[in-house]
């Protein structure tokens, strides 16, 4: 059970726009900055987007993050096809002594 | 270009303890900008942050792990090692070590470690 929730799978069409949310609590998105990880099949995930909506250098600007209260959000316009991977949402917890949080992550198929 | 490399023993038999260690190379490990550690993904699960550690010696470990796990780290050497005592079947998994700079920027490429006698 991870602590912050994504849907298990979103879908699309090449050139169309989805959008895939996060949700946490006040401990973790509600108090800190969200990013957001691309993982390939057989790779290792890739950052996409930091503190909320940040691109780093090299990601396309299809890509796109926001948040607001407690969840979040990582949207893709102009699905295409090498899109398809799973997304990770991700935060600091500040519960306890503090900790890493992840999403459980979600599979884009793109039809 | 920095880089990050998992290496060691790709099978570790029940009760003993998990050792692997992650190099930095085009980067120094001794920057006081980040802190460096360990993710871990079973297979066709999701990410779980095990720890992470300063150059200094500093540690955060998650709560459910941290009576099993140590993290450590050898500036001189550039390396950073996780182990991780008493495995069970339950810890197999892809290993990943990461740089923390508020995110998580860079990445190993990951080394699979399955637990089994």
């Known amino acids: 059970q991870s602590v912050l929730t994504q849907p298990p799978s979103a879908s699309g069409t090449p050139g169309q726009r989805v959008t895939i949310s996060c949700s946490g609590s006040s401990s973790n998105i509600g108090s800190n900055t969200v990013n957001w990880y691309q993982q390939l099949p057989g790779t290792a995930p890739k950052l996409l987007i930091y503190s909320n909506n940040q691109r780093p250098s090299g990601v396309p600007d299809r890509f796109s993050g926001s948040k607001s209260g407690t969840s979040a959000s990582l949207a893709i316009s102009g699905l295409q096809s090498e899109d398809e991977a799973d997304y990770y949402c991700a935060a600091w917890d500040d519960s306890l002594n503090g900790s890493w949080v992840f999403g459980g992550g979600t599979k884009l198929t793109v039809l | 270009q920095l880089q990050l490399q998992e290496s060691g023993p790709g099978l570790v038999k029940p009760s003993e303890t998990l050792s692997l260690t992650c190099t930095v190379s085009?980067?120094?490990?001794?920057?006081?900008?980040?802190?460096w550690g360990w993710i871990r993904q079973p297979p066709g699960k999701g990410l779980e942050w095990i720890g992470s550690?300063?150059?200094?010696?500093?540690?955060y470990y998650n709560p459910s792990l941290k009576s099993r796990v140590t993290i450590s780290v050898d500036t001189s050497k550039n390396q950073f090692s996780l182990k991780l005592s008493s495995v069970t079947a339950a810890d197999t998994a892809v290993y990943y070590c990461a740089r923390f700079s508020g995110t998580l920027d860079y990445w190993g490429q990951g080394t699979l470690v399955t637990v089994s006698s």
């Open positions: 085009g980067g120094s490990i001794s920057s006081s900008s980040y802190y």
């Open positions: 550690i300063y150059y200094s010696g500093s540690t």
